[in-house]
């Protein structure tokens, strides 16, 4: 049986969504976790995609396959997971659903303080802590709307052949000195939307503009491009299948 899970999770303390040696790793937790329920029997999952370290989810989605039906899977998963990771649904799903191939676009947010230092919200938000103008802002990512090539914006030598993807929809909104970016697309390259975010922040501090984004996003080259701003801000909002 195919089921697909919604997730949350707090990023500050893990080394990325991905398994790797040696490190704490979302996936490695929740595999632990399954397979234990599934009387020891190895459960892997296929998430939507990969978050980095320190890196947030409001709603991440993954699928997995159990030989047996569970009762209570979702109460029993969030027993034994730990506080930082929260199962919000487990659903039956087709035995062909995919939950990476079979999205339709994802969403992701990013926070900025430009008001006071907050330590308690240090590891949630990007504590920029000075003014941003959030009209330019917004108005130079709008630019970016559209079928690209982002290669601009993902991590330098990157070895992956297809750097274009869509972006649909974006915004740049702010209350209570809380900037909150929204970028809505069909996919994302790695450190692509800190990168947009790095972009951004510069535009709003007046170093750059709209000139300036078009002509990064048709270089090509990363070393043409902004610093790539913190991952503590940025969550992975929302997934449309």
Request: with cysteine; charged share 30%; hydrophobic share 35%.
């Amino acid at each position: 049986m195919r089921y697909l899970m919604t997730f949350s999770y707090d990023g500050t303390n893990f080394s990325g969504y991905q398994k790797q040696p040696d490190s704490r790793t979302i996936q490695e937790e929740i595999e632990k976790c399954l397979t234990m329920l599934n009387s020891n029997k190895f459960v892997s999952i296929s998430a939507t995609g990969r978050t980095d370290a320190k890196v947030h989810a409001f709603n991440q989605m993954a699928h997995f396959d159990l030989d047996n039906e569970i009762d209570n899977l979702r109460f029993r998963l969030n027993k034994m997971l730990p506080d930082d990771i929260y199962v919000k649904d487990v659903i039956n799903v087709s035995d062909e659903f995919h939950a990476r191939f079979d999205v339709k676009s994802k969403e992701y947010v990013y926070f900025i303080n430009i008001g006071d230092y907050d330590p308690h919200k240090r590891n949630y938000q990007y504590q920029y802590n000075k003014e941003l103008d959030v009209e330019k802002m917004d108005e130079a990512l709008k630019l970016l709307i559209g079928e690209h090539d982002f290669k601009s914006f993902t991590k330098a030598n990157s070895e992956i052949d297809d750097y274009v993807r869509t972006i649909y929809n974006t915004k740049v909104e702010i209350k209570d000195n809380i900037i909150k970016i929204s970028i809505e697309g069909s996919g994302f390259l790695r450190y692509m939307v800190r990168n947009i975010v790095g972009l951004l922040i510069e535009v709003g501090e007046g170093k750059k503009d709209n000139n300036d984004v078009l002509t990064i996003l048709e270089a090509k080259d990363r070393t043409e491009s902004s610093p790539t701003a913190p991952p503590c801000g940025l969550y992975l909002n929302k997934i449309n299948y």
